[in-house]
């Protein structure tokens, strides 16, 4: 498939994922911007509070919406294919229905805004960067080859924590009780974007190799990570290569390169380019 045609059936799908993810809030949401599930309810009609771990959350939130992604695909002319097992990636493949060779990496992203600072979030993590990431031939832990897939996305979903003193997690609701109970989370903003776009360069969840995502909420919603001014082939660059290539510092020492800017040197590019991260500042109760 030549570039152009490429480029094209990206901005497409993306286009087509961003007017889908637009219409989600009124699907999950109440008047009052909390979460229409409630709970767990048994055969005798008993409702039990979800917990606010954000891993059930996550999971609940695609059961959720997955009806809403099959008529997505449907609409817009794709098959779906979900992960084999919990550990691959993506969590979706989109296949074209009219061209096989046209498939597209769609993985479900949720994180909560920080209560000591919503304007920031506690970020994701955007896939691996080990074997199927560098070797984009190969089929460890992923549904389809890397190279397989026209372009990466995120289907994000950033959302507030009820407090703590609001959930009994203890206590046992009638089916009559629904509109009473306290949502484990409200205030959705959902978002579609390319993986790389919102992408820092630190890994997400400590030794294992997961690529990190940016925090500030503006940033993610509008594609503005690290990479977004220097482009994708330095998100794959740069990952591919994240610890493995070694430089002397002013100091005489060796170390392992782990930031961008010192990758972006080491490559001679321009790293003027780099977009900064945002840092995040603990705002006061009460503060704006």
């Given amino acids: 498939m030549i570039k152009e045609q490429r480029e094209l059936h990206k901005i497409e799908f993306l286009e087509s994922l961003r007017n889908f993810v637009g219409e989600l809030n009124g699907y999950v949401s109440s008047n009052d911007g909390q979460w229409t599930i409630k709970g767990f309810i048994d055969i005798y009609r008993n409702v039990y509070t979800i917990s606010s771990d954000t891993k059930i959350v996550s999971k609940i939130l695609e059961i959720h919406l997955f009806p809403k992604i099959v008529e997505f695909a449907r609409n817009y002319g794709f098959n779906i294919v979900p992960a084999d097992y919990q550990n691959y990636y993506p969590d979706i493949s989109f296949v074209s229905a009219r061209n096989q060779g046209i498939i597209f990496a769609v993985d479900f992203k949720t994180t909560y805004r920080l209560a000591e600072n919503p304007d920031f979030c506690n970020g994701f993590t955007l896939g691996s960067h080990g074997e199927y990431f560098i070797n984009r031939e190969?089929?460890?832990?992923?549904?389809?080859?890397?190279?397989?897939?026209?372009?990466?996305?995120?289907?994000?979903?950033?959302?507030?924590?009820?407090?703590?003193?609001?959930?009994?997690?203890?206590?046992?609701?009638?089916?009559?009780?629904?509109?009473?109970?306290?949502?484990?989370?409200?205030?959705?903003?959902?978002?579609?974007v390319e993986k790389w776009r919102i992408a820092s360069d630190k890994r997400g969840s400590g030794n294992t190799a997961n690529i990190g995502s940016i925090q500030k909420v503006t940033d993610i919603l509008a594609g503005r990570g690290m990479f977004s001014g220097l482009g994708e082939h330095w998100f794959d660059d740069y990952w591919m290569n994240y610890d493995k290539i070694s430089i002397v510092g002013v100091d005489g020492k060796t170390r392992k390169i782990r930031t961008l800017k010192d990758f972006v040197d080491y490559r001679q590019g321009d790293t003027s380019l780099i977009v900064p991260k945002a840092r995040k500042i603990a705002k006061k109760r009460g503060e704006a």
Avoid: M, W
């Fill in 138 to 192: 190969s089929t460890k832990n992923i549904q389809f080859p890397y190279q397989s897939y026209l372009g990466h996305y995120c289907l994000g979903i950033i959302y507030t924590r009820a407090d703590k003193e609001a959930i009994d997690e203890t206590r046992i609701h009638g089916v009559n009780e629904l509109q009473a109970i306290t949502s484990v989370i409200r205030n959705f903003q959902f978002f579609a």
